[in-house]
C-alpha cells in the first residue's frame, strides 16, 4: 500500500486511544502516505491524541465536541489555513447514555433520543458541509455504521435507530456530492472492544457470539477495518460511493447460530 495515499490530506475525527477505530484507519492512511489531522473531544483525550498523532506525524487540529458546532468550524478554519484543501474524511464519532444502552428501546427518553442522533448521525452530515467546500478536487467520506442498524441487537436500542439513519444519510450525502466527484460511504465493522463499546450491555457476550456464529470464526480488528477504509478512501475504491461495507469476518450473511458453535 506503500505510496497509495501520497500527496493525499484529510481529517480523522474520533481517536480516543489506540484502541479506537479512528486509530487503525489512521494508521493504515499514514503508512500509506497520507497527511493526516486529528481531532480530539476535550482535554482528558488530548493527552491521549497528541502523542498517537506524533507517532504517525500527524496534525492535531484542536478540540472538537460535535455538539458545539462553533468547535467544528474552528477546526475547518484551522485545517483550511494549513493545507487549503482535504481530500478525505473520516467520522467514526457516536456516543449515547449508558443508561439507554441496555434493557428496552421503547423506554429510551426523548433527550438522549436527540443527542444520539445528533453525535451519531447528523454529526456527518455537518461536516460534510464543511468538508465539501475544501474537497475541492473531489474526495472521499467516510462514517463508521454496525449491523445494529439493520437488524435488532440486543442493548445497541437507539443507537441501532441512529445508525439506520446515518446509513441512510450516507445514500443522500453520496447523491448530493457525486456531482463534486466527492465519494460517500461507510464501514459496517464488526465488534470490537473499544471505549465506546464498553459502554453497550453484554459486549462480551455479543463478542464471543460473533466470535463463535461469523463464518471465519473470530471478530474484525482495528487494522482490518483500517485497511478497508484505506481502499475506500483511496484511488483503489474510485468507482464505490454510497456503499455500506461491512467488515465483520462475514457475520452479516448467517441466518442462523452455527451448529458447531459452543454455548455462552
Ligand atoms: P471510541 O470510543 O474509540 O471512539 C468513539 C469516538 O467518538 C471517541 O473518539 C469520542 O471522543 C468520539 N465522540 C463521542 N462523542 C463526541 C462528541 N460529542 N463530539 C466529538 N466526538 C465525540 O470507539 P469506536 O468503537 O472506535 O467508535 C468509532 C465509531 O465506530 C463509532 O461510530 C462507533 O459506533 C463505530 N462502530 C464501533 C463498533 C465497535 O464494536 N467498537 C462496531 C461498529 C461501529
Known amino acids: ?92 464519532v457516536a456516543f449515547s447514555d449508558k443508561d439507554e444502552l441496555t434493557g428496552r428501546y421503547v423506554d429510551t427518553s426523548a433527550d438522549n433520543f436527540r443527542n444520539t442522533m445528533q453525535i451519531s448521525c447528523y454529526s456527518f452530515t455537518s461536516v460534510a458541509q464543511r468538508a465539501e467546500k475544501l474537497m475541492t478536487d473531489g474526495g472521499s467520506m467516510l462514517t463508521l455504521t454496525y449491523y445494529g442498524a439493520e437488524k435488532v441487537m440486543p442493548h445497541y436500542n437507539v443507537m441501532g435507530v441512529a445508525k439506520a439513519a446515518l446509513e441512510a444519510s450516507v445514500r443522500y450525502l453520496a447523491v448530493d456530492l457525486g456531482k ?41 480488528t482495528i487494522e482490518e477495518v483500517g485497511d478497508a477504509a484505506l481502499f475506500l478512501l483511496s484511488d483503489l475504491g474510485r468507482g464505490v460511493t454510497g456503499e455500506i461495507q461491512h467488515v465483520d469476518c462475514g457475520y452479516h450473511i448467517v441466518g442462523m447460530k452455527s451448529v458447531d458453535a459452543p454455548d455462552i
Open 1 to 92: 500500500t506503500q505510496g497509495l495515499m501520497a500527496g493525499k490530506r484529510g481529517l480523522i475525527m474520533g481517536v480516543a486511544n489506540n484502541r479506537s477505530i479512528a486509530w487503525g484507519i489512521a494508521k493504515a492512511l499514514a503508512d500509506a502516505g497520507a497527511e493526516i489531522a486529528l481531532t480530539y473531544q476535550g482535554d482528558a483525550l488530548r493527552k491521549r491524541v497528541e502523542p498517537l498523532a506524533n507517532e504517525l506525524g500527524a496534525q492535531v487540529v484542536g478540540h472538537c465536541d460535535v455538539l458545539d458546532e462553533s468547535t467544528i468550524d474552528d477546526v475547518f478554519a484551522r485545517i483550511e489555513k494549513m493545507w487549503g484543501k482535504i481530500d478525505f474524511l473520516v467520522h467514526a
Open 180 to 220: 463534486a466527484a466527492i465519494r460517500v460511504n461507510a464501514i459496517s465493522a464488526g465488534p470490537i472492544k473499544t471505549l465506546a463499546a464498553s459502554g453497550i450491555g453484554d459486549f462480551r457476550y455479543i463478542l464471543k457470539w460473533n466470535e463463535y456464529n461469523a463464518p471465519l470464526r473470530r471478530t474484525v
